[in-house]
């Protein structure tokens, strides 16, 4: 909790809506169940930025390590390698080293990336939902007004 206060505070965010999205677009833990960083690997992102086709991360870096590296998400808040800068680091090795430190690192990374998106913290220090939801493409999001509804509407997804 102070944690998650601090960030908040940190961004301008209240810690409620902070909280909501947390609980709504995070995984439960940054790592697998054998300590290693969550990772979630896009091979259609990889496609369309290298012209090539790889299914596996692994094929992928045999092909472009670091471009199969931006294709990928990481960590609790799934934060896309091509997004490191938005979320504070020099490059993506960094921020994946970094991430593997901690979930709280991996935590003020995604806060990071959030807010670099100066209209998405804009709806995020507004509370509002309606862009929220549309950021992270939650079907219906048209109609949602307070940070309760936010949270229900994805429970209920």
């Known amino acids: 909790p102070e944690l998650i206060s601090g960030i908040a505070k940190n961004y301008g965010i209240e810690e409620d809506v902070l909280l909501t999205i947390i609980e709504t677009h995070c995984k439960t833990t940054g790592f697998t169940e054998d300590g290693e960083l969550v990772m979630q690997y896009s091979p259609d992102w990889f496609e369309a930025v290298t012209g090539k086709w790889a299914s596996t991360f692994e094929d992928a870096c045999a092909i472009n390590k670091k471009l199969a590296h931006h294709s990928t998400a990481w960590g609790l808040g799934g ?15 960094t921020m994946t080293l970094l991430f593997s430190d901690s979930e709280v690192e991996q935590l003020k990374g995604f ?47």
Request: hydrophobic share 40%; aromatic share 12%.
């Open 79 to 93: 934060v896309m390698g091509c997004n490191f800068a938005d979320a504070g680091y020099v490059d993506v090795y």
């Open 111 to 157: 806060v990071s990336c959030l807010c670099a998106s100066k209209r998405l913290h804009k709806a995020i220090t507004e509370k509002d939902c309606a862009m929220i939801a549309y950021h992270f493409r939650m079907p219906n999001f048209t109609t949602l007004n307070t940070i309760h509804e936010l949270k229900s509407h994805y429970q209920n997804l």
